[in-house]
């Protein structure tokens, strides 16, 4: 038994490594193959065949792969409510979320392996060498361990995996005879319930991307046709479901798709080294002169790193525990530090390259660099508005800066001129129309590569190569997995034609423009506090665009509308994700963390109302400058 034991840790450490190994190594091509690609047609004049399609279906191997590995971390996103509940009731719901947890994602493996199997008699190929259906199979895969993990990851022990088991063979159950036996048009007596269940599930602690498939599930089911099934055909319950691993495939159809991956990486390897540090001293140099000064170097870097990481967090998580001590020793209150950081973790999302900015693009088919356009003044207004905030909180506290010293300013900015070139770069990239956004991302993740592992040091290939790899993947599957079930729901929603409905019903009650946008700003407020943005990109911009169109909102402008809210929905008390992250990562009670915000959700919330009701802070910059 002993034996046995330490051969099956043995393998399991095994097919750790591997998955992880393969993961950092797909990762890796996807920065390498457009680069390879760039420098083959320059030099020789020929390219890889196919290799935007390979890195494509590599993103999405990565986003599955990394999935899996988050799952195995228990690191995917999710409310986190139960953690408020008392001990006993905390179990019960933690079982509750995993079983609904394990169900969902076995059910959504066997909807993709039935939508491979369908492929299987697609002759259509990857560079005329991969059949497409061979490039689909992460995706069953991906769903199956990570079912495997939530399974095993349910607490109560044995017991606790009896009752997810147990769930999960109900769900199966329970479809197949309502397929069968239930007639289509009664089926929506289950809406209520089942919208219930997944509720509660949610609130438990379910991850969100298992919320949304649920949802995206309970509503094809009701909306299906009656299936006659033989005992050989009883894989075709899954059918019904198709519809969700499908959408969830298409975005490997999007061009755009490797810029997630890729600037992912780059501000994941940004925050491991050490360019916090360095621009933490370029900043408190240039700045710190001035009363409140240190403060506005905290924001600054805060909001230079959430351009490359979005709303992930991880501004907070990586940054938080460096900066917070330097505020602090520079005397500043320890309610002001907690939320000027809990603040700026959201702060810059509208500032090129920002992932989600892309995102909006890809969902709204809107023209990113216009867009990214568009966001550069309000954005920068955002960070200006927060920082005279810090100056004057500095002013008032006798928080002076210590005098201008020229010496170490030019030491300073010598040090980390590297970083500061990055974002001017990439502007130039963007703007200028040399190279393709993918191509700027591949650049950009080879060049932070290059700065923190040969330039600086800061990072050993040896040491910090494969773990970083697989620090990002994870990063980009819980947001990659969001976004593919998420496509699912939007795609039932497009399908029953609920957009061109809530356009008649708003339209119904309300006639001025302007009463549409201030309305629009309470529900996207409402929307960005519940939901995540990744989820909030894909399902509620298909909703509300349509809707703005219809009152002459212009697409530009209502993006940087929508992303301006959901960086306020960060902040929204009591569930803005900020304060749960900021909760988490400085030790501090949810309450507090929320009361040290408020003033900054409040400056926040009035330079959101001064983007929505001037255009021409968005709008008006693209227009003169002929874009």
Known sequence: MHWAHKAGRATQSLAYSVERGVTAVALLAIVLLPLIEVVGRALFGVGIPGSIDYVRHLTLWVAFLGAAVAASQGRHLALGFASFLHEQWHRAATILAGSVATAVAFLLAGASLYMVWVDTADPTTLGGIVPRWAA???????????????????PGGYWGRAIALAVTFLAVIFLAAGLAFWPAESRSLLLLPGAFVILVAAVAGAPIFVVLGAAAMLLFFVDATALELTATEFYRIVEPLAPIPLEA???????????????????????????????ARLFHALFGWIPGGTAVATIGVCAFFTTFTGGSGVTILALGGLLLPVLLREGYGERFSLGAL???????ILLPPSLLVILYGVSAHTPIDRLFLAGLVPGVMLVAMVGIYAVYNGWTLSASGSRFDARE????????????????????????????????????????????????????????????????AVMIGGIMIILATAMGLTNYLIYTDIPALATAWVQAGIESPWVFLLALNGFLLIAGCLLDIFSALVVIVPLILPVAMAFGIDPLHLGVIFLANMQLGYLTPPVGMNLFLASFRFKRPLLEICTASMPFFLIMAAGVLMITFFPALSVGVVSALGF
Do not use: C
Not at 342 to 348: D, K, N, P, Q, R
């Open 342 to 348: 809990t603040a700026s973790g959201s702060l810059g």
């Open 409 to 472: 300013a030019r030491s300073a900015i010598i040090e980390a001129k590297w970083e500061v070139l990055l974002p001017i770069a990439v502007l130039y990239g963007i703007f200028s129309g040399h190279a393709t956004l993918v191509e700027i991302a591949g650049l950009v993740a080879l060049y932070t590569l290059v700065l923190e592992f040969v330039v600086h040091r800061d990072l050993k290939l040896t040491q910090d190569l494969a773990r970083i790899l697989v620090e990002a």
């Open 249 to 279: 495939y298409r975005i490997a159809s999007n061009p755009i798709l490797p810029t997630i991956p890729l600037f992912t990486l780059a501000g994941t390897i940004l925050a491991e080294g050490k360019a916090s540090a360095r621009l």
């Open 136 to 154: 689909e199979i992460v995706m069953p895969l991906g769903f199956a361990v990570i079912g495997l993990r939530f399974l095993w990851r349910t």
